[in-house]
């Protein structure tokens, strides 16, 4: 199992700053993934943070606004960029289980508000 | 993008009563996965049954999944107040480049009365 420590657990922002979270695993790993959960939402994949290389977003997600950085195998962040209120969400981080049919893993989640 | 439909988006039950999830998906998959979630925080695993998979138990959940009809179900027997939550389904497609990326039915909210 990997156990994922995120931060911050929540934020309150305003509209047109920045918010970086950060995860931290207990394990090398070779992707992480970002998903955001709207309120009332399902998660949504934002992108896969591939240590080495640059992020792979999903449609409807743009580097400018969600930049991510890998520097390394056990931990990673996610920017949300010129924030407005319609980014009010919970982001969460996850990697994958060990191989194909196991369980991923998921950090707490970071509670987004911006006003 | 969003390819799982769950219904009941809601469920409401008495404690001791079973409570039954259906989670339906659109791609061929190498396993779906149920999950859940208390009061928006993070997800916690229940269990995963894979494609070649018709049946599951753990505990008191049983989960069935039926790949010809690309849907799944999860059935909670016994349910206690600490049910309560979101449960989502979760499907891992199939093809190598999908390794550890799920895409996540809409989820049904379980409130389990005393």
């Known amino acids: 199992s990997a156990v994922i420590s995120q931060k911050p657990s929540r934020d309150i922002c305003q509209r047109g700053t920045s918010l970086t979270i950060q995860c931290q695993v207990d394990?090398?790993?070779?992707?992480m993934f970002w998903y955001r959960q709207q309120p009332g939402q399902s998660l949504t994949l934002i992108a896969t943070?591939?240590?080495?290389?640059?992020?792979?977003?999903e449609s409807g997600f743009v580097i400018d606004k969600f930049p991510i950085s890998r520097p390394n195998l056990t931990f990673s962040t996610l920017t949300v960029s010129n924030m407005s209120p319609e980014d009010s969400s919970i982001y969460l981080c996850?990697?994958?289980?060990?191989?194909?049919?196991?369980?991923?893993?998921f950090g707490q989640g970071t509670r987004l508000t911006v006003v | 993008s969003q390819q799982g439909e769950e219904d009941p988006q809601a469920l409401s039950i008495q404690e001791g009563e079973n409570a039954t999830m259906n989670c339906s998906y659109k791609?061929?998959?190498?396993?779906l996965q149920w999950y859940r979630q208390n009061s928006g925080r993070g997800l916690v695993h229940l269990i995963l049954?894979?494609?070649?998979?018709r049946e599951k138990h753990s505990g008191r959940l049983r989960v069935t999944l039926d790949t010809s009809k690309k849907s799944s179900s999860l059935l909670i027997t016994a349910s206690r107040a600490a049910d309560t939550a979101s449960y989502f389904c979760?499907?891992?497609?199939?093809?190598?480049?999908?390794?550890?990326?799920?895409?996540f039915g809409q989820g049904t909210i379980l409130t389990v009365h005393p």
């Open positions: 943070a591939n240590q080495g290389s640059e992020a792979t977003y």
């Open positions: 979760a499907t891992q497609r199939a093809g190598g480049t999908s390794y550890g990326k799920l895409t």
């Open positions: 996850s990697v994958p289980g060990i191989h194909m049919n196991t369980e991923a893993f």
């Open positions: 394990s090398q790993v070779t992707m």
């Open positions: 049954i894979r494609s070649n998979e």
């Open positions: 791609t061929s998959i190498n396993n």
